[in-house]
Structures are given as C-alpha cells and as structure tokens.
C-alpha cells in the first residue's frame, strides 16, 4: 500500500532531444554559439502542452562538439542559460531541466543511444520512466528512450522508424499527438488511482 502511494507521486515526464527538435538542426555540425541557435516556432506550443497535462520536460542532447574541441563546456552552459532565459521571458515556459553529453563515442555512459541521461534525470527529479515519453529525430533518440523505459515518438519526415512507438512527420504533428497520448495516460493513472482508494 505505501508502495503504491509512492508509485503515484512520481513525476511523468517527457524527455526531448535537443537539436531539430527544440532548436534547428545543425545538420552534421554543432551548435557553438549562441547567435546559431534557432529556436523551432513550435517548440514553445510543444512544451505548454505537456506541462498543461501535467508532465515535466526535461532536455536531453549529446554535445560531442565538446570533446572535438569545437567549443568549451562554458559555452554550451551559456547557450542554455539563455535558451531558459528566452523561454521565461518570451513564453513564461521553463523546461525542469537540460542534461548534456559532452563526450566522445564509447567513452561514457551518457551519450545516446545508451540511455544515461534520462535515468540520471529519472534519480534526480523523481521521475517514472515508464510513464514517461522520450521524443527525438534520430533512431540514438529512440534507443535511448527505449532503453530507459520510455515510450518514444520519432519525428521524420523521410525515415521509417520500426523501433519508435509513434513516428510523426514534423513537429505541428508532434503537437497534436502528444495532445492525444498525454491525455489518455492521464486517464489510465485516474483509473489506477480508483482503484487502489477502492481496496
Ligand atoms: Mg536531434
């Protein structure tokens, strides 16, 4: 019985990789400064859906252009402070949190696929990660999510993706499911909820 009070009181949360999702893509390079980070028109409508249904968000991204050499660990940090910043003031939307890989291939347990940045995430918000959604644009993004527990949406417009519970085409898309798959998980925990009062 305590068990499952507890249970309850974890956090659901929905995990987003960074670049092409949160910010435009880079395509094979990195963001390095600040004055190339192009915040995504949706991402804003994205995130008040998910906290409007009660989910946190937190950002998961591999930053490998750290270890190349391409830019200091400072700059990364300086590039989400004022992403926070911006999101605060502009759209009074603050993700709970941003995690980051800084390292090479093979060299940690961080960098996804391998799915250490949301179980890190998971330890130190409290978060459930089996009521929790990881949504990214490439397969890494999938594994990690997978890998952790999570239920995983993909967004591409040109992959087809066997391992990703969902694939939408494009981030409006991304909206509108999460309106719907968000909800009926609210629904489920209700239920659940009637269930353990009623025993
Ligand atoms: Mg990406």
Redesign the pocket.
């Known amino acids: 019985m305590i068990k499952k009070k507890k249970a309850v009181r974890m956090k659901k949360c929905v995990f987003f990789?960074?670049?092409?999702?949160v910010n435009k893509?880079p395509g094979a390079g990195y963001v390095e400064r600040w004055a190339d980070f192009h915040l995504l028109p949706e991402f804003p409508d994205i995130l008040r859906v998910v906290q409007q249904k009660g989910y946190e968000a937190v950002i998961v991204t591999n930053q490998r252009g750290v270890a190349r050499g391409l830019m200091t660990v400072e700059t990364l940090e300086e590039i989400h402070e004022n992403f926070k910043k911006l999101m605060a003031e502009k759209y009074n939307l603050v993700p709970l949190d941003i995690l980051y890989c800084v390292h090479d291939k093979g060299q940690c347990e961080c960098r996804k696929p391998k799915p250490g940045m949301l179980v890190e995430a998971a330890k130190r918000h409290n978060l459930d990660l089996k009521m929790s959604w990881m949504v990214?644009?490439?397969e890494t993004?999938i594994e990690a999510g997978r890998r952790a527990g999570c239920k995983t949406i993909l967004v591409s417009g040109n992959k087809p993706e066997m391992q990703a519970d969902y694939v939408v085409p494009d981030l409006k898309s991304l909206e509108s499911l999460l309106k719907n798959v968000l909800e009926d998980h609210k629904v489920k925990i209700e239920k659940k909820r009637t269930k353990i009062e009623n025993k």
């Open positions: 990789d960074r670049d092409g999702i893509s990214g644009d490439h993004d």
